[in-house]
């Protein structure tokens, strides 16, 4: 798993999550009306948008919060209208960072990232010059203590998984974009209880960060993740569980 992965997870256990709701809500409802606006109000024909209503669900947002961003997606109900705008940069220790965002104002964006990377010594670059280091794939994490090794290989291999991983406490299973739902719903379907689930960006390798460098990279995803224009951040940081743990309790 990469380091903002383990890092997500992490966060999510220790209820971080929980404690910016109202942000989470922020960022699933710009997702909810770009979904919608993308790839129409039906989520059985929007896999995007059945996702983001997952999520919005999964954060306890009310369903009129949720009808409601459709309905200015697809144009119901008057709204702002989000552009997804991509960011790459460079973080301490040569750690390459791609940044997702949705966002009304594109200059405002740029210029408010550019300023969080020069906080915590990082450079805002070319999106180009990092976008190659990541591959997007689905990833589903199940907890070891809710599902067997044989089943969670039996159920997720014969719906089309391209691989499972064991990640210490938990499997990692990972698939193909346009296999992700199904895979998914066999799993749940199965009875197993998924930890995570999410179209991500795994990067190809990853760079071991340690000491003072590993805390300024922690500083500026945190940073980043916390902008409401910001929707996803990946990198290729290599940190360990312990520093994960300490930096986030």
């Not at 990082?122 to 067997?148: H, P």
């Not at 930890?195 to 980043?224: C, H, M, W, Y």
């Amino acid at each position: 798993m990469s380091g903002h992965s383990k890092w997500a997870s992490i966060k999510h256990k220790k209820g971080a999550a929980d404690a910016r709701r109202s942000k989470m809500w922020t960022k699933i409802i710009r997702e909810l009306t770009t979904a919608a606006r993308e790839g129409g109000a039906d989520p059985s024909g929007n896999p995007r948008l059945r996702k983001a209503i997952d999520d919005a669900k999964g954060a306890n947002m009310p369903n009129d919060n949720i009808d409601k961003a459709i309905k200015r997606g697809t144009g119901q109900l008057e709204g702002i209208s989000y552009e997804e705008v991509q960011y790459g940069g460079h973080g301490s220790g040569g750690v390459m960072i791609l940044i997702d965002t949705l966002t009304d104002n594109r200059n405002r964006t740029v210029s408010e990232i550019r300023k969080i990377f020069s906080k915590f010594n990082g450079n805002l670059g070319e999106t180009s010059s990092v976008n190659w280091m990541f591959n997007t794939t689905g990833l589903i994490v199940c907890d070891k203590e809710k599902v067997s090794e044989d089943k969670i290989m039996e159920v997720a291999i014969e719906a089309g998984a391209e691989d499972i991983k064991d990640a210490g406490n938990t499997w990692e299973i990972y698939v193909g974009t346009s296999s992700f739902e199904r895979v998914k719903e066999a799993i749940t379907g199965a009875g197993i209880e998924l930890a995570s689930a999410e179209i991500t960006k795994i990067p190809q390798n990853t760079v071991k960060v340690e000491g003072k460098d590993a805390e300024t990279v922690l500083r500026l995803f945190e940073a980043l993740e916390e902008h409401d224009d910001v929707q996803h951040v990946y990198g290729n940081f290599d940190i360990s569980d312990d520093i994960l743990e300490k930096f986030s309790s």
